[in-house]
């Protein structure tokens, strides 16, 4: 698939706002919204651990970097910046970090526009304004739009998106025309990978299920903070195909989709010159981990496996056993699904002991150790209650505790998938399990993860 540019330039811009028919006023007014809702004020997520920037503080910051800055005829100011992306929901509870971009568009054809601070900070604000066109009455949000100053002279811009702009424009100024959203989606890797855009994630013990199946694969978890991610893979002709159903020998690869992102953002993180530091700048030696979930034969699935991973093995990213304990590095592999239990101890098939088992919680743990496994999981259904009703009964809080304890006293990392409902998943934190299985990411705002105990 082709990657895409979104021209944000002065009618494609205007575009995306998702005009209502709004009166138009002689000057001075609101000619459109946007379609993404931004948290208006600076708030704290997951239980007031996580502070969150909001549209207001976003504004400040273009608009003192702006000042005095002059636009020519035809030409445009842009800055991009961090904003928390609610979705219409309570920020406090829901939402995924993401952007704001901010355009000044001077329409004139011969006259400069200079930016005054004080103008920039008030049409902006009045995007979020109680009562404004684009504010959220329930949350007290917004969905940003544009400004039309004068006769439609000037517009100033201001719009939610998921994604860093394919220009350098994030926290600076950018003179050079429209910005534009960088490209990939709908399962396609964003290309280039952005290299800084979780500088200010908070990593949060959760593992994106079926990640490739999710618009961005990767960026899109690793934006909320993700710890895991999941990845299905068939063989056919030597390709790892990523997908949730055998796609025959076409579609992404894993090399796409997972490991040549990774690649690049951990090289940009250990830019020094080391190979320790992680994906997140906020916890340098936070490993993630790349669950591989085999969908093909097992036996040549792995050797595919191992071969495509040599690049993050090469570059001293692979977490593996050094023969007496578990050395931790910026990834780690676990390998599901049809994974053979042989390989995984088989020295000519895991010579560098860098890919790692899932084991089943619910089941016998015998034979399984450090060495050899990382995580143990259960489907929930099976193993707990199909009941997706919280709290659990005390007999499923018993089985519960007792998996917990048989996979914690292996030195295994718990995971269940196929939770219920989401209503179960504090509960499941409380409890003790390592790795919050989601679906929903923006959800994962309303969870505290007791992240300063």
């Known amino acids: 698939m082709q990657q895409i540019l979104v021209t944000l330039g002065a009618l494609s811009f205007l575009s995306l706002c ?6 138009k006023r002689s000057s001075d007014y609101i000619s459109s919204c946007g379609s993404a809702w931004m948290a208006r004020d600076d708030v704290s997520s997951n239980n007031g651990e996580i502070p969150r920037r909001g549209y207001l503080t976003a504004v400040t910051e273009f608009c003192e970097q702006a000042s005095g800055q002059t636009v020519p005829a035809g030409g445009y100011l842009s800055l991009a910046t961090h904003v928390f992306l609610d979705g219409g929901g309570n920020p406090s509870t ?7 971009y901010f ?10 526009h200079t930016v005054d601070l004080k103008n920039c900070t008030s049409y902006l604000q009045k995007l979020s304004n109680d009562n404004s066109k684009c504010w959220g009455s329930e949350h007290s949000d917004t969905k940003g739009g544009t400004w039309q100053v004068g006769s439609d002279a000037i517009s100033y811009h201001a719009l939610g998106e998921n994604v860093p702009p394919a220009q350098d424009a994030v926290d600076k100024l ?27 994630v908070i990593p949060l013990p959760c593992h994106s299920h079926n990640d490739y199946t999710r618009d961005i694969p990767l960026y899109d978890a690793l934006s909320a903070g993700c710890m895991s991610v999941e990845a299905d893979v068939w063989l056919h002709n030597g390709n790892l195909r990523v997908a949730h159903t055998d796609p025959g020998d076409s579609g992404p690869t894993i090399q796409d989709l997972y490991i040549n992102p990774l690649i690049a953002l951990l090289d940009a993180q250990n830019s020094d010159g080391g190979n320790g530091n992680g994906v997140y700048p906020q916890r340098r030696n936070q490993s993630l981990v790349l669950l591989v979930d085999f969908k093909s034969d097992g036996t040549t699935t ?10 993050l093995r090469d570059a001293g990213y692979l977490s593996y056993w050094d023969g007496s304990e578990f050395a931790s590095r910026p990834v780690t592999i676990v390998t599901s699904g049809n994974a053979p239990w042989a390989q995984a101890t088989n020295i000519t098939a895991n010579p560098n002991h860098d890919m790692f088992m899932d084991s089943r919680v619910n089941e016998s743990l015998d034979g399984y150790d450090t060495s050899n496994t990382y995580y143990s999981s259960a489907d929930f259904d099976s193993a707990i209650t199909s009941s997706g009703s919280a709290p659990l009964s005390s007999s499923n809080q018993e089985k519960l505790t007792e998996q917990l304890d048989a996979g914690h006293a292996k ?5 269940y998938w196929d939770i219920p409902s989401t209503d179960l998943w504090q509960e499941l934190v409380d409890a003790g399990v390592d790795r919050l299985n989601v679906d929903d990411l923006e959800a994962l705002a309303g969870i505290d993860f007791h992240l300063s105990s």
Do not use: C, M
């Open 18 to 23: 998702q005009a209502a028919p709004h009166e």
């Open 94 to 100: 829901n939402g995924i970090p993401g952007y704001v």
């Open 103 to 112: 355009e000044v568009h001077n329409k004139q054809n011969s006259a400069s």
């Open 174 to 200: 950018y003179t050079s025309g429209a910005l534009s959203a960088l490209g990939g989606s709908g399962n396609v890797a964003l290309s280039p990978f952005p290299l800084t855009f979780t500088s200010d």
């Open 302 to 311: 792995w050797d595919a496996v191992y071969t495509a991973l040599q690049p």
């Open 411 to 415: 030195g295994f990392l718990v995971r």
